[in-house]
């Protein structure tokens, strides 16, 4: 929890939080611990997570632990099996001292330590083009600030739609490599066998067909920078020539005998746990230090609500005529705040771009990160795990629309389903509808 703040000046304060160790005392993975200070952490069995168990009673993602200036915040992600401290069924709540908590058969003691850490956070609510006034942007952005101007590579983590493309713009534009070429390889994007050719480029006559020699992303970025979106989507086998390329800062052309030197600063960002793919043996451990010579983490949206108005101002003036925030009805501020935004800003985007058509349509999933889920979880999980997901997608799907139909009330919502109106409670409490 935050101890204290300390400004030191006009732009710049420091902000002490408070260690806290998770601690698994009972279940298949009892001895593992986390220790966190200041920053959110996801719980679940899918190998992104911060802490990752190995309990089948336990969803893919089950809760996030949240420090806060109140004390440890828990809130439910979805889980099948819920959510349980001290006996009582939790959605979203803060505690504080030491407790536990209960997911599936596993229990996690919660323990607030004696240390502290300390986080800077910039006084200001923009870094080039990203927005936020929260606490966890303007700790990135005090971070961004010292990163820019280096030479150290970047590691940029955070989910889909969190902005992550924008933090390695907005890096590059405040570097000494703003004038140079700012160059984008999307890892996920590219057949493998075509990946190479595109990464490092090729030479007349390297394939059957080919008519002329083609630049790879690096030559392209000489004197600027290459950002590579989704790194951990790269193949294994190009992994291995990446890491000589970042070693000897000189690439080789598919096909070409010579060897050029290359002058380009490496900005990365990925949606996944490296450090777990690394403990997987699914990303190489030497490729990720050369990668992460810094690091940071852009926070979901939902652990930034308080940027709301913020975006949602900045989306409404860039419309064509601009519109203001006074044309969002207050009905439509309360959804809105209530929302867990998956696809986060790049949701809220096009929610506020759907409000202005259809208003009554505002809030509508999103295809890609519906896609995105299906893919990762039939093509990760095992046959139990991918059924209980698609369940429980489809169990809150049916109560949204069925609480939609009854106007939010509860009773005449039980009577439709047939069920009790605790069981509509659970449901809700379970989803955190």
């Excluded at 005392?25 to 911060?50: F, K, M, W, Y």
């Excluded at 001290?86 to 407790?99: K, R, S």
């Excluded at 595109?198 to 008519?211: P, R, Y």
């Amino acid at each position: 929890m935050v101890q204290q703040v300390t400004a030191i000046s006009r732009k710049v304060r420091v902000v002490e939080y408070q260690k806290t160790r998770l601690l698994v005392t009972s279940g298949p993975d009892a001895g593992r611990s986390l220790e966190i200070a200041g920053t959110p952490v996801s719980i679940g069995t899918a190998q992104e997570n911060d802490l990752v168990l190995s309990d089948d009673t336990v969803s893919r993602r089950h809760c996030e632990v949240i420090p806060s200036a109140n004390g440890i915040r828990i809130r439910d992600d979805g889980s099948t099996n819920l959510v349980v401290v001290g006996g009582v069924l939790v959605a979203d709540a803060t505690f504080n001292g030491a407790f536990q908590v209960q997911l599936g058969d596993t229990v996690i003691t919660v323990t607030p330590l004696m240390e502290t850490v300390y986080r800077e956070q910039l006084d200001t609510d923009r870094f080039g083009d990203l927005l936020g006034k929260a606490p966890p942007m303007q700790e990135l952005f005090a971070d961004l600030e010292r990163i820019a101007p280096t030479e150290l590579s970047l590691l940029i983590e955070g989910e889909t739609g969190t902005g992550k493309e924008l933090v390695a713009e907005s890096v590059h534009r405040a570097s000494r490599r703003a004038d140079g070429p700012f160059v984008i390889f999307d890892c996920s994007s590219v057949a493998a066998s075509l990946a190479e050719s595109d990464l490092f480029g090729h030479d007349l006559g390297a394939f059957a067909g080919v008519v002329e020699a083609r630049l790879g992303i690096f030559e392209q970025a000489q004197g600027g920078t290459v950002f590579l979106d989704e790194l951990g989507e790269l193949p294994k086998e190009l992994q291995a020539k990446l890491l000589r390329v970042i070693e000897k800062r000189e690439i080789r052309r598919t096909g070409g005998s010579r060897t050029i030197a290359i002058d380009v600063r490496l900005i990365s960002a990925t949606k996944r746990n490296l450090r777990a793919e690394v403990q997987r043996g699914s990303f190489r451990e030497d490729l990720y230090f050369r990668v992460a010579g810094a690091r940071v983490h852009v926070p979901p949206l939902r652990e930034r609500m308080s940027d709301l108005p913020l975006l949602i101002r900045n989306f409404l003036a860039a419309c064509q005529p601009p519109r203001t925030l006074n044309e969002v009805p207050e009905h439509l501020w309360e959804m809105l705040r209530s929302y867990r935004w998956p696809g986060n800003v790049r949701e809220l985007r096009n929610a506020v771009q759907r409000m202005l058509v259809t208003p009554e349509r505002v809030l509508e999933p999103e295809t890609d990160s519906l896609e995105a889920a299906a893919a990762a979880t039939g093509a990760r999980s095992p046959l139990r795990v991918a059924r209980r997901e698609a369940a429980d997608d489809f169990e809150r799907r049916y109560v949204q629309a069925l609480l939609r139909r009854a106007d939010g009330n509860i009773t005449r919502a039980a009577a439709l389903a047939e069920v009790s109106r605790q069981v509509i409670h659970a449901l809700i409490s379970k989803h955190a509808l």
